[in-house]
T-cell receptor, first 110, second 115 residues
Framework: GENVEQHPSTLSVQEGDSAVIKCTYS??????FPWYKQELGKGPQLIID?????GEKKDQRIAVTLNKTAKHFSLHITETQPEDSAVYFC?????????FGTGTRLQVFP | GAVVSQHPSRVICKSGTSVKIECRSL??????MFWYRQFPKQSLMLMAT?????????EQGVEKDKFLINHASLTLSTLTVTSAHPEDSSFYIC???????????FGSGTRLTVV
């Protein structure tokens, strides 16, 4: 089955700096790759997603890149703000269900 | 649009009792709903996939007789934790998929504490 690895597990940055989180997946059938932000005690919130027929997608300060050949995708957050602090999860969809990465705890220091 | 409501948000129950968690899609029809469990500082682990009108498909290692899932309508799925024990204490999250859409909408989660 699909296996999604995510790195780093924790990431600390200064406000205004960029943050990059990387994920790799194993199943070439995966065709959809969302990223979620989860705050303490809440459900995951979709922040950006990308389909397998697209290499890059951007939404304001957030961007995602996908390399199908290498089976990895990355989340880029620019101009980080303290409110970006949360746990971020990547996921891949090989069939109809999402398989999640292990999560990255991002801390943005003012 | 695409709102999923999950209730209750928190529940404390005594060991041996059963607890029901509801997941409703408020503004769309969810052909498929998913139930996840999340332990502290860990990722979301898929428990089961439910399709309206059919039996749920459970992931390996998940006891189907303990975690009863019902998806009786296109807008409602329920998870019942039967004979709960302290080790069942966790954060349970549902998500719903709209037919033909790629996206998944997640509920706000239910914190279950079994004492």
């Amino acid at each position: 089955g699909e296996n999604v690895e995510q790195h780093p597990s924790t990431l600390s940055v200064q406000e205004g700096d960029s943050a990059v989180i990387k994920c790799t997946y194993s199943d070439s059938a995966s065709n959809y790759f969302p990223w979620y932000k989860q705050e303490l005690g809440k459900g995951p919130q979709l922040i950006i997603d990308i389909r397998s027929n697209v290499g890059e997608k951007k939404d304001q300060r957030i961007a995602v890149t996908l390399n199908k050949t290498a089976k990895h995708f990355s989340l880029h957050i620019t101009e980080t703000q303290p409110e970006d602090s949360a746990v971020y999860f990547c996921a891949a969809r090989p069939t109809d269900k999402l398989i999640f990465g292990t999560g990255t705890r991002l801390q943005v220091f003012p | 649009g695409a709102v999923v409501s999950q209730h209750p948000s928190r529940v404390i129950c005594k060991s041996g009792t059963s607890v029901k968690i509801e997941c409703r899609s408020l503004d769309f029809q969810a052909t498929t709903m998913f139930w996840y469990r999340q332990f502290p500082k860990q990722s979301l682990m898929l428990m089961a996939t439910s399709n309206e009108g059919s039996k749920a498909t459970y992931e390996q290692g998940v006891e189907k007789d303990k975690f009863l899932i019902n998806h009786a309508s296109l807008t409602l799925s329920t998870l019942t934790v039967t004979s709960a024990h302290p080790e069942d204490s966790s954060f349970y999250i549902c998500s719903a998929a709209r037919q033909g859409a790629f996206g998944y909408t997640f509920g706000s989660g239910t914190r279950l504490t079994v004492v």
